[in-house]
């Protein structure tokens, strides 16, 4: 259960709520040197479910379309990549994870330890070997092996994601 460590009183970085409590943009330093994002879910976010933050604070479920898009920087240039640690409903408020230890990561197919990581269509990570080289997860480490034929959440190292560009270099 990650905790806010910054001043920010009153965050709780355990819960979603459908009422707005932060500005949108909000960033809060946490427990196991973690940095937590305030956002808006414009769809539902499930635990571990990478997202992707536009400038505005709404955050929308990662798809490879917007890793894999046209010029070097695809079309996440100006967006963050994050990781929904609990389930955010569709239109309510809640913080999502840009760095940290312990961390909840979806996960398709078999994820081990050590391996390189990519993302899938569907923004859940699988072994790097399965994606095209726009789509290898930067930053993204699995600490704990995830193995099923449905999506499975794994525990990992999260340290400010991005995606590999279209030239195989990582984003900036």
């Not at 990549?81 to 979806?106: E, M, P, T």
């Not at 050590?114 to 789509?135: A, H, K, M, R």
Request: hydrophobic share 40%; net charge neutral.
């Amino acid at each position: 259960m990650a905790f806010a460590t910054s001043s920010t009183i009153g965050a709780n970085l355990n819960s979603q709520d459908t009422t707005q409590l932060f500005a949108l943009n909000t960033k809060v330093l946490g427990s196991n040197d973690s940095e937590w994002h305030y956002v808006i879910a414009t769809q539902a976010l499930a635990t571990g479910q990478w997202c992707y933050i536009q400038f505005q604070g709404t955050a929308d479920v990662l798809t490879t379309a917007f890793l894999g898009g046209a010029g070097v920087l695809g079309t996440t240039g100006n967006m963050d990549l994050c990781v929904a640690q609990y389930s955010i409903s569709g239109g309510a408020y809640g913080w999502v994870l840009k760095r940290g230890s312990n961390a909840y990561l979806l996960c398709s197919g078999t994820c081990t330890p050590g391996v390189c990581l990519g993302w899938t269509p569907s923004g859940t990570l699988v072994t790097g070997l399965n994606v095209g080289i726009s789509l290898t997860a930067f930053g993204v480490m699995i600490t704990t092996s995830a193995s099923t034929a449905t999506a499975s959440v794994a525990t990992g190292l999260v340290a400010y994601p991005r995606a590999a560009g279209n030239n195989g270099a990582a984003q900036l």
